[in-house]
């Protein structure tokens, strides 16, 4: 069983950083989510949840909201995946949740399916 657990939330201001952690753990077999692209999800009060970045071993991809702002990288040998976020906006304000899917598109928002059980994701919240 494949799992999520995603850090690093908290409450800042308009303008200042933070960086989410997910750690993914679970089986490691060569169809294994682990192996899989993976993405970062936010859902905003009142929102439904939507893809916002996603990385493969050849590239990275951002919806126009985060482009310039957010940097996702990931940590193979660690199994975690990282989400830098510079620059946030009230707008900004979201449980975040990572997922391994099934592929990255530049449509970012076209990815809805996670290849396993959500995480109970990390909240930020942005102060103006």
């Known amino acids: 069983q494949v799992q999520v657990v995603e850090s690093g939330g908290g409450l800042v201001q308009a303008g200042e950083s933070l960086r989410l952690s997910c750690t993914i753990s679970?089986?490691?077999?060569?169809?294994?989510?682990?192996?899989?692209?993976m993405a970062w999800f936010r859902q905003g009060p009142g929102k439904e949840r939507e893809a916002f970045s996603c990385?493969?071993?050849?590239?990275?991809y951002y919806a126009d909201a985060v482009k310039g702002r957010f940097t996702i990288s990931r940590d193979y040998a660690k199994n975690t995946l990282y989400l830098q976020m510079n620059s946030l906006k009230p707008d900004d304000t979201a449980m975040y949740y990572c997922?391994?899917?099934?592929?990255?598109?530049?449509?970012?928002?076209?990815?809805?399916?996670?290849?396993?059980?959500w995480g109970q994701g990390t909240q930020v919240t942005v102060s103006s």
């Open positions: 997922a391994a899917v099934r592929f990255c598109t530049t449509r970012v928002s076209d990815i809805s399916h996670a290849r396993h059980d």
């Open positions: 679970g089986p490691t077999s060569l169809n294994s989510p682990i192996n899989s692209p």
């Open positions: 990385i493969t071993q050849a590239g990275q």
